[in-house]
């Protein structure tokens, strides 16, 4: 188990160090922006994790979240001056709104069981949607408005490291969490409600506590993604985000954190790679097509997630060892 514990630690140092080199090997402007989307999706995904994987929570309104953190950004860099000041402004007011939102939203819907809750939380990002649309005064509606960023955010080289450093430290503090007491019941909850209901836990307290944390989590993303394009319009609140979202935390693997991430990084390749071939080959016009296969296919050969899948085949294998060693032993 240790030994599995220091190779999979292992992986993951060797893969943060290739991510913190490669910029320094190879300065494709492209590349730079993919990868940066990868690391602000894979923060957005983690968010989602804690809700699907580790709370067995589904929701279809978690873009809401990283709308606030998105629109918060860009109207605080907007309307004042573009400063680091500001942009921490920005996002702390953006934290505190995701986090009283989904503190809210929570209280009002966790009560309700599996799809009735999926419903209620479209029917709140249906809300925000609406009101971006309307407000034009503050947001411009559907046509968005560009926005100027700080000095320091505007070398792609800086920004890349900011958003690798923002998604390594979620994913730390989410997984102390996770392995937390608080983390522990709500992954009781995932398995069995009730049963954690009976042994006298507040189970609703739990469900909402980990609705804030991911709110605020979707925000931090949010206002990355605004930094990212300096641009910010209402597409940011649509079901199309969450479900991206959706699709990389099963893709990569439910309840993993690592898989979420994993996750990001194909799905954004693969939009990258389609889209780059269908200016060459006209039929991969279509790529949402080939997108679909993608996925059906991930879902057919890894059930469980690409990371989960892996971590099945490695308790296999682990009790395959400890039969045999049990059988020479006797």
């Known amino acids: 188990m240790k030994i599995l514990k220091v190779r999979s630690h292992a992986v993951l140092g060797m893969t943060l160090a290739i991510l913190i080199v490669y910029p320094l090997f190879n300065d494709s402007r492209s590349m730079l922006i993919l990868l940066t ?62 986090g009283a939102v989904s503190y809210i939203v929570g209280l009002l819907t966790l009560r309700l069981k599996s799809h009735f809750y999926a419903m209620l939380t479209l029917a709140f990002a249906g809300l925000f949607l609406v009101g971006a649309e309307k407000w034009r005064s503050l947001t411009f509606g559907n046509d968005g408005f560009t926005f100027r960023t700080p000095d320091l955010m505007k070398d792609r080289l800086v920004f890349y490291f900011i958003c690798l450093g923002v998604m390594v430290m979620i994913f730390l503090l989410l997984k102390r969490f996770t392995h937390s007491p608080a983390g522990s019941v709500l992954q009781a909850i995932r398995e069995n409600e009730q049963r954690v209901e009976s042994i006298g836990y507040q189970v609703l307290h739990y469900k909402i506590l980990a609705s804030v944390i991911a709110g605020v989590t979707a925000s931090l993303a949010g206002s990355l993604y605004g930094l990212s394009l300096r641009f910010v319009n209402t597409s940011v609140f649509t079901m199309d985000v969450t479900l991206d979202a959706l699709l990389m935390t099963i893709i990569g693997g439910v309840g993993t954190l690592i898989g979420p991430i994993v996750g990001a990084g194909l799905i954004e390749f693969a939009h990258h790679f389609l889209t780059e071939l269908a200016k060459t080959y006209p039929i991969f016009e279509r790529w949402i097509i080939f997108f679909g296969i993608l996925y059906i296919l991930a879902v057919m050969f890894f059930p469980a997630g690409i990371v989960g899948s892996f971590k099945k085949i490695k308790k296999s294998k682990r009790a395959k060892e400890e039969s045999k060693q049990q059988n020479i032993a006797s």
């Open 37 to 98: 989307q990868i690391f602000i999706f894979g923060i957005f995904a983690m968010s989602y994790d804690l809700l699907l994987g580790y709370t067995g929570i589904v929701s279809f309104g978690h873009a809401m979240f990283f709308g606030i953190g998105a629109y918060s950004t860009g109207i605080f860099l907007d309307r004042m001056e573009p400063t680091m000041f500001w942009l921490a402004v920005s996002i702390l007011v953006a934290s505190v709104i995701a």
